[in-house]
């Protein structure tokens, strides 16, 4: 028989084929870890790319990185310190240079801008500017939210994508994106809404009765649903939780006449819409609200902070002065008011005054104003205003950090008596629509000064002008239901002055919350 060959490898061909096979398992596992970082699923990008000559100076294009997940967020890279605002208006503009936009699929505007039209659904009625359209869809219906470095965008307007629903329909809504300092928030219109007021004075304790127009028997209601529309740019709808968040562990303070008092107190009727337990809110000093007494500090214990008011007509100080034989009054112009302690370390301040400048002792001007030990017999109400305004300006540069604290001075509210003045027969009661163009002298030089004696102080304030956008509500005051019904048969006076809450001055208060959300970062 023949002998049967044994099966076995040389040495050589077993060095060989080991070699081979180890070659190739870690040939595929490094390919296979390259693939998997090279072609991450789910991943696109998407350039947008502006035409606009203001982007020609050598800047990147924008890239925006859309991830296929449920949170359907996008996000531009290109600066360090970006942030988003969430909150439904066309721009703004914070500290590191972003305007934000936050786009919410069915957001109730008719108008988005100046010739937009959006139905319910958010469809926009043409396209305009020249930023590329973005559609993308996700699983779920969801809010986009939008971010583009400020410093990027033109003054024109541009079409943003938007989200789609449960069906995969895209939705398009179009949105001015503009800076704050380009959106002129002084022009726009009033726009009537079913969704106003944002309380009432059932939900309010802190309406006093001058202020309480329902409550003292007003039976129309329109007043109370007039929205304040800018012709440039959105404002949000006013948030008291993001409110009372903003200021929380901080002092809101209101410096001023009556008429800030009104704003007051529309402020802390706005941000009781946030507060569930009433006990957790209460005035420090146990004191009711009322025209009597003029300093007030409101505690909202959850969130650590107080909204304030200090009474002062003037700003400077009323003081007496012996004039022959007599003692006057007189107006300190070259001294501050006496109350200034209880102003320093706020956070916010407010100031105005306006209202007081317009009775008679002031216009008329003889024997009243004072600076040193001098009466001066008689003094211009113009001059004596600007001196008491840099009387003003000089204590802020002085003693208000602005680094801590950020400042606003509230414009003149006008007035609407016709007929008459206050004290001679001047109404208003007959007004139940706002008017269809403001009065040409609604702005008054008053305002004028004002902004002058701010451009030259070194302590930043931001003007809070409300004097042409409460110009056509004649029909916010009080009138004749500054008091209860008993009260008025025994004065023929009418209040044109103040305003009803709810009312005009929650839309001032709806602008300070636009603004303090622009400057928050």
Excluded at 170 to 180: A, D, F, N, T
Excluded at 472 to 498: A, E, F, L, M, T
Aim: net charge positive.
């Amino acid at each position: 028989m023949e002998k049967q060959r044994s099966f076995s490898f040389k040495p050589t061909r077993l060095l060989v084929f080991s070699f081979t096979i180890s070659t190739s398992v870690i040939f595929f596992t490094f390919f296979t870890i390259w693939v998997i970082k090279a072609t991450p699923p789910f991943r696109q990008e998407i350039h947008f790319q502006y035409n606009k000559s203001s982007l020609s100076l050598g800047l990147r294009p924008i890239t925006v990185q859309s991830l296929s997940s449920l949170s359907g967020n996008f996000s531009v890279t290109g600066e360090k310190d970006s942030t988003l605002i969430d909150t439904h208006y066309s721009s703004l503009e914070n500290a590191s240079g972003f305007a934000s936009t936050s786009v919410f699929r069915g957001l109730q505007r008719e108008e988005v801008g100046p010739g937009v039209l959006v139905d319910g659904e958010g469809k926009s009625d043409g396209v305009d500017g020249n930023l590329t359209t973005l559609q993308e869809s996700t699983p779920e219906t969801i809010s986009e939210k939008f971010e583009v470095p400020s410093s990027q965008l033109s003054e024109e307007k541009s079409t943003v994508a938007t989200s789609s629903d449960n069906n995969g329909v895209s939705i398009r809504e179009k949105v001015g994106l503009k800076r704050v300092k380009d959106c002129d928030l002084t022009k726009g219109k009033w726009v009537y809404d079913e969704s106003y007021p944002l309380y009432t004075n059932g939900s309010c304790p802190f309406i006093d009765e001058g202020f309480n127009c329902e409550g003292n028997g007003r039976l129309d209601k329109n007043y109370m649903k007039w929205r304040w529309q800018p012709q440039d740019c959105e404002i949000p709808r006013f948030n008291a939780t993001k409110m009372l968040e903003l200021i929380k562990g901080k002092r809101l303070v209101f410096v001023g006449d009556s008429i800030n008092r009104n704003q007051w107190e529309s402020m802390l009727c706005l941000l009781m819409g946030a507060i569930k337990d009433l006990k957790r809110v209460y005035e420090t000093h146990r004191r009711r609200i009322t025209k009597e007494k003029g300093d007030y500090s409101i505690k909202f214990m959850d969130y650590r902070c107080t909204v304030e008011y200090y009474a002062t007509h003037f700003l400077v100080h009323e003081a007496k002065a012996r004039l022959g034989h007599k003692r006057i009054q007189t107006l300190r112009i070259d001294s501050i008011d006496r109350g200034t302690s209880r102003w320093r370390g706020a956070d916010i301040l407010v100031f105005n005054t306006a209202h007081w400048w317009t009775h008679y002792k002031t216009k008329a001007g003889i024997n009243y104003y004072q600076e040193g030990n001098q009466v001066h017999p008689r003094l211009d109400v113009s001059t004596a205003f600007r001196r008491a305004l840099m009387t003003w300006a000089s204590w802020v540069d002085r003693h208000i950090n602005p680094r801590k604290t950020q400042v606003f001075f509230r414009s003149s509210a006008p007035s609407h008596f016709r007929g008459g003045e206050w004290n001679s027969g001047g109404h208003c009661m007959e007004a139940t629509q706002p008017l269809n163009a403001t009065p040409s002298i609604s702005y008054s030089g008053k305002n004028i000064i004002v902004e002058e004696v701010i451009k030259n102080m070194k302590t930043p304030v931001t003007f809070l002008n409300i004097t042409n956008l409460s110009g056509y509500r004649i029909d916010g005051h009080p009138s004749i239901y500054g008091g209860k019904s008993g009260k008025r048969s025994s004065s023929n006076v009418q209040d044109c002055s103040h305003w009803c809450l709810p009312g005009v001055p929650d839309t001032w208060n709806e602008i300070l919350y636009f603004l303090l959300q622009s400057n928050r970062y």
